[in-house]
């Protein structure tokens, strides 16, 4: 589990595919240190295992499906990527609980630069309709957020300043892809309310 909150902006180096999987290295400084393989860490919210590292680089195997589903399919060397250590029973919960699980990629829209604002708009599909209400949280690419402005077809987020500094957020233009986990408790209770009305 995670809580979006976000560590380290860590830089792509390679992407390879091996016999039944990718591989992807990723350049970090801080992780490094407090992590040992077999760990979880999210990469751009995608829960993966730590496979190997050194003083300066992470290292993960990507089944196909992940691969597939997630944004890590459109990954070039040096791209920015956010990381998260997995939390600890005795962290401090500041984000919202995230699971690693993706479920979509989305496109952003449009933003909303102006007067030092930085709102994010991102297509909606009819799918994930129930998923999302008015200042519930989403994690884009990992980052716990909370939603604005939601349309039948669309919804934003306003990222501070703070967090568009210190994640690759602040980078998204329109056309953009980013990886999406609608909260965990609203999945529950929609399943719930599909079983209850079956």
Request: some cysteine.
């Amino acid at each position: 589990m995670f809580s979006g909150i976000i560590e380290e902006v860590g830089t792509v180096k390679s992407i390879s595919k091996k016999q039944g999987c990718y591989s992807i290295a990723v350049g970090s400084s801080k992780i490094t240190g407090s992590s040992n393989k077999g760990d979880s860490i999210a990469v751009d919210g995608v829960c993966l295992t730590l496979t190997g590292k050194d003083k300066n680089c992470l290292e993960f195997d990507i089944m196909q499906e992940t691969f597939n589903s997630t944004k890590l399919k459109f990954s070039r060397i040096r791209d920015k990527v956010n990381l998260e250590s997995a939390l600890k029973m005795s962290s401090l919960l500041s984000g919202h609980i995230i699971s690693g699980h993706i479920d979509s990629v989305l496109k952003v829209l449009r933003i909303d630069n102006s007067m030092n604002n930085f709102k994010v708009y991102l297509e909606l599909p009819k799918k994930f309709q129930n998923l999302i209400v008015s200042k519930g949280s989403v994690a884009l690419d990992g980052v716990s957020l909370t939603v604005q402005d939601i349309r039948r077809d669309s919804f934003a987020v306003a990222i501070i300043p703070y967090t568009k500094q210190w994640t690759n957020l602040g980078s998204l233009r329109a056309g953009s892809k980013v990886n999406v986990e609608f909260d965990i408790i609203a999945k529950y209770l929609d399943r719930m309310r599909s079983i209850a009305f079956s």
